[in-house]
């Protein structure tokens, strides 16, 4: 029995240090889009970083939102007993969706500001549309009452599970505003992605303190 519970741990320890590595690697290469003005002095350097504002807007956001993002995966694993194959997959799935990030914060600080802004917030704010989806699928998966023996740690009923359940409920649709928003205003999108970090910062108040 000891063995069997070292294993389940070893498992679920190489599935959380994996998705950090890939968390870090993503949060990592968005600096790489802050480019350092070339031959200037005085005025110039100081137009040229001011007239930067939208790569910075850019990567603040998508810095908080993969932040957070990896903050309420924590979370979520802080109540995993055991992993199985297809939570294996649909982990992968949400990693795919943290790894592609840089490429459409690095089209919006292209092109904000310019011709083609509002596709360039379309693509931005729709692919977290789709990782919120994608959150929300494996966050199901874990927390379903179906899988036996069970995945977390507490009951499908608990506290913990009903107040991850409401707040999670809210990403998609509220990601799929940003969308929208993107048609009219390609500043009014990102801002809303930027309050939507924020928002998913706050722990759900049911859960216990320190998780």
Known sequence: MEASRSDIEKE?????A?????YAIAITLLVLELKVPQELSGPGLRHALAGQWPDYA???????TIGIMWINHHRL?????????LLLVLNLFLLLGVTVVPFPTSLVSRYLGHDGERLAALVYAGWYVVIAIAFNVLW??????ARKPA???????????RAIHGQFAFGPPLYALAFVAAFWSAVASLAIC?????????PPRTLPAGR
């Not at 679920?12 to 959380?16: A, I, K």
């Open 18 to 22: 994996f998705s950090d590595g890939v």
């Open 77 to 85: 694993f802080t109540l995993v007993r055991r992993v199985d194959h």
């Open 151 to 161: 995945l977390l740690r507490v009951p499908p009923d608990s506290p913990e599970v």
């Open 12 to 16: 679920t320890g190489r599935l959380e």
């Open 140 to 145: 199901r998966y874990m927390s379903s009452a």
């Open 194 to 202: 930027g309050g939507l970090a924020l928002l998913f910062l706050t």
């Open 58 to 64: 850019a990567f603040l956001v998508s810095f908080a």
